[in-house]
């Protein structure tokens, strides 16, 4: 059984790097792609971000200047960093499972983790 | 690309049917709408893909139909357990993967 859980801090200062990681179970990072989506009362569902099991990234035009998507050296995780975040970063992050070979849907998520930007 | 869901609130009886509208600025291809169930407190969870195939798991009382910017999510004999928001996302027109601001489904 595929699972995902996001890891990170849950309170971080505005202008600093939002930083998260995303620890797959129960498959190969090989052969999907993996996602970074986000949940906010404001804004509702987000997408961020793929990366591709071979570690081209896709970003949404939203979050490209900001964003960096990658694949850790352990081959069970990948990762999630957002710079200069305020206070409209505050949300609920969710890594998930791309479908392959085009990731038009996100087939596993992960329960998400809570992010508040705040001094 | 927007996607715009109505109605913003369902309120049903258990054994009735619902029917969940998603309307697309611009056309998309059926192979790229998606519907998510996401449930009070939960992850959204992949319920019909490709428009009308129902994703592992997901029960027949699950349907899904439209193409070009109409697309519907359709529930029949609702159960208690489907009270949850309904989400539909499209792929491939910028920002590559969008939602709808959600369908709330109550079962009275």
């Known amino acids: 059984q595929v699972q995902l859980q996001e890891s990170g801090p849950g309170l971080v200062k505005p202008s600093a790097t939002l930083s998260l990681t995303c620890t797959v179970s129960?498959?190969?990072?090989?052969?999907?792609?993996w996602s970074w989506f986000r949940q906010s009362p404001e804004r509702g569902l987000e997408w961020l971000g793929n990366?591709?099991?071979?570690?081209?990234?896709f970003y949404s035009s939203l979050f490209r200047s900001r964003i960096t998507i990658s694949l850790d050296a352990s081959p069970d995780r990948f990762s999630l960093k957002l710079a200069a975040v305020t206070a409209a970063d505050t949300a609920t992050y969710y890594c998930?499972?791309?479908?392959?070979?085009?990731?038009?849907?996100?087939?596993?998520w992960g329960r998400g983790t809570s992010v508040s930007v705040s001094s | 690309i927007v996607l715009t869901q109505s109605p913003g609130t369902l309120s049903l009886s258990a054994g009735e049917r619902a029917s969940l509208s998603c309307r697309a600025s611009?056309?998309?291809?059926?192979?790229?709408i998606t519907w998510y169930q996401q449930r009070p407190g939960q992850a959204p969870r992949l319920l019909i893909f490709?428009?009308?195939n129902r994703a592992t798991g997901i029960p027949d009382r699950f349907s899904g139909s439209g193409s070009g910017t109409e697309f519907t999510l359709t529930i029949s004999r609702l159960e208690p357990e489907d009270a949850a928001m309904y989400y539909c996302?499209?792929?491939?027109?910028?920002?590559?993967?969008?939602f709808g601001q959600g369908t709330r489904l109550e079962i009275k």
């Open positions: 998930a499972r791309g479908t392959y070979p085009i990731p038009s849907r996100a087939d596993i």
């Open positions: 129960g498959a190969s990072r090989n052969g999907s792609f």
């Open positions: 990366i591709h099991y071979a570690g081209t990234t």
């Open positions: 611009q056309t998309v291809t059926t192979r790229f």
């Open positions: 490709a428009t009308s």
């Open positions: 996302q499209q792929y491939g027109a910028s920002p590559l993967i969008s």
